[in-house]
């Protein structure tokens, strides 16, 4: 598992909600009445719970499509970060949620960013979770096939240490190259290799 997710991974577990406040709690459950409550008495869109995360990000890693949707149309900024510097387009992507994933980029995310702690785009999400359909939109969406993290590993390297396959074999249909065994290993890199 990559240690880069493990905020993300906090959330789905319900880890961080002890931390959460009013807003954050109802962006997870996904409780839109309580959300647009909530910013009917001025409750502020971007503050960050106490791990650092703000609403629009737990809504996306949810799956609460309905949140996500309220939120933006509320004013929250499509492009505002957790402590670690990614949005809402990396979180849904991390979910597997290609319907929020849709709305982020109709409504202007940025797929190719990367301006974060950890040099990640929205594809090295996808990939690291195995989520197909979100990699093919992306892909769609002229998304960088082959960005490198912080530690120079391409989407098609986070998608074959988690033996997610079907994403490498649609990543390297789409062009992208098997990274050296000198970075990856031999095991991967032979895994790669064979899938061209």
Known sequence: MNVLWISF????LGISAAFAGPLHDAAREGNVERVKQLADQGADLAELDDTGEPALLIAALSGKADVVTLLLDRGCDIEIRN????????????????????????RGAAVNDHE?????????????????????????????????????????????????????TLLLKAGAACQGADLTGQWLYDECTKRK
Request: aromatic residues 10%; contains cysteine.
């Open 83 to 106: 402590k670690g510097g990614l949005t809402a387009l990396h979180a849904a992507a991390y979910g597997g949620h290609v319907d929020i994933v849709e709305l982020l980029v109709a």
């Open 9 to 12: 991974i906090c959330f789905g």
């Open 116 to 168: 974060n702690f950890y040099h990640m785009t929205p594809l090295h999400a996808a990939a690291e979770e195995g989520h197909a359909d979100v990699i093919a939109f992306l892909l769609a969406q002229k998304a960088e096939i082959e960005p490198k993290e912080r530690n120079g590993y391409t989407p098609v390297t986070q998608a074959g240490w988690r033996s997610h396959w079907d994403a490498v």
